[in-house]
C-alpha cells in the first residue's frame, strides 16, 4: 500500500497543480529527485540518461526531461505499477481470516477501499 501511495505521488509531481498538491509542481525533479517516471522513461528513450546524469540545476534540462516524459509512457507504467501494489495490498486483506464480527467486516472493508482510493487519488 505504501509504494502505491508513493508511486501515485510520483504521477501527481508530475500531472497535478500545485494549489491540490499542497507543492510545486516538478518539485521532485528539480531537487533532482529521480522517481518512477522518470526512471521508466529512461527505459525508452536511453539518451534522456545523459540529461539525467548532467541534473536539473539548468532549467533547459527539466524541459528535456519532460519531453521525453511526455513521448514516452513513463506515467502510464508508473500508474499500472501503483495498481499492482494496491491489488496486493487488497489481497493481503482479502486473505486474512474470515469474521462474523460487523466490526470486523466494516474494517476489512474500508481497508480495500482505502487501497483504491489510493491509486485514484488526485492530490
Do not use: C, W
Amino acid at each position: 500500500q505504501g509504494l502505491a501511495f508513493q508511486l501515485i505521488d510520483d504521477v501527481l509531481d508530475f500531472t497535478g497543480t500545485s494549489a491540490s498538491l499542497g507543492k510545486g509542481s516538478l518539485s521532485d525533479i528539480r531537487h533532482g529527485i529521480i522517481t518512477a517516471p522518470i526512471l521508466f522513461s529512461m527505459e525508452e528513450y536511453p539518451q534522456l540518461r545523459a540529461v539525467v546524469d548532467k541534473g536539473f540545476d539548468n532549467p533547459a534540462n527539466v524541459d528535456i526531461a519532460l519531453e521525453y516524459l511526455g513521448k514516452s509512457r513513463g506515467i502510464e507504467r508508473t500508474k499500472e505499477l501503483a495498481m499492482k501494489h494496491a491489488n496486493l495490498a487488497a489481497a493481503a486483506i482479502d486473505s486474512l481470516p474470515q469474521s462474523d464480527d460487523e466490526d470486523v467486516i466494516k474494517s476489512r472493508q474500508a481497508l480495500i477501499d482505502l487501497t483504491q482510493r489510493v491509486i485514484t487519488r488526485n492530490k
